[in-house]
């Protein structure tokens, strides 16, 4: 078996967090070693943990629209990798999912990105993957960190969650669909235009 194989497999065994998982355990991620896009998200909410498919959701169907591209590019694992902070649904907090659970992250981030050597842009949306992956680089808020995208070019572009709990922020920050998103399209166009 290749290396990326031997490692989902035990990614999908995994059960560092199970008695912490109201819903179980089920890793929700899609990664294959010739992906060009990597989305790194929070955790699969309640309806993606129950297909089984990453962003088989509302906030998928936002995401796309941001890439300017459809499913079948998007599930497609030579072309995107889809690997979220929590792997597995954390449940529900009093205002919206609970946080993506840190033990995922930190047991398996590192050697699954060392089996997508030609990732050439990786996508960080939500504050939990600006914290881990912009560092010091990262501004004070979610806000900040994604009008600064910039800074983060060519290589990586920090984006708000997609989620549609996010509705009234993308209506306040107007600058993000005039400016982010044409290049963000433009972008992704390229990196998948050298496939």
Known sequence: MKKLEVLMNEVRGCEICANDLEFGVRPVLSIGAGARVLVIGQAPGRKVHESGVAWDDASGNRLRGWLGVGREAFYDEELFALM????????????????????????????????????????????????????????????????????????????????????IWLKKNGWFEEEVLPYLKERVRQVLGKV
Request: charge should be positive; hydrophobic fraction near 30%; aromatic fraction near 8%.
């Open 84 to 167: 979220p902070m929590g792997f597995c649904y954390p449940g529900k907090g009093k205002s919206g999912d609970l946080p993506p659970r840190k033990e995922c992250a930190e047991a398996w981030h590192e050697r699954l990105l060392a089996c997508m050597p030609r990732v050439e842009l990786t996508l960080l949306l939500s504050r939990y993957a600006h914290e881990r992956y912009l560092g010091e680089q990262r501004k004070g808020t979610v806000t900040e960190t994604v009008r600064a995208w910039r800074e983060y070019l060519p290589g990586v572009v920090a984006l708000p969650h997609p989620s549609g709990r996010n509705n």
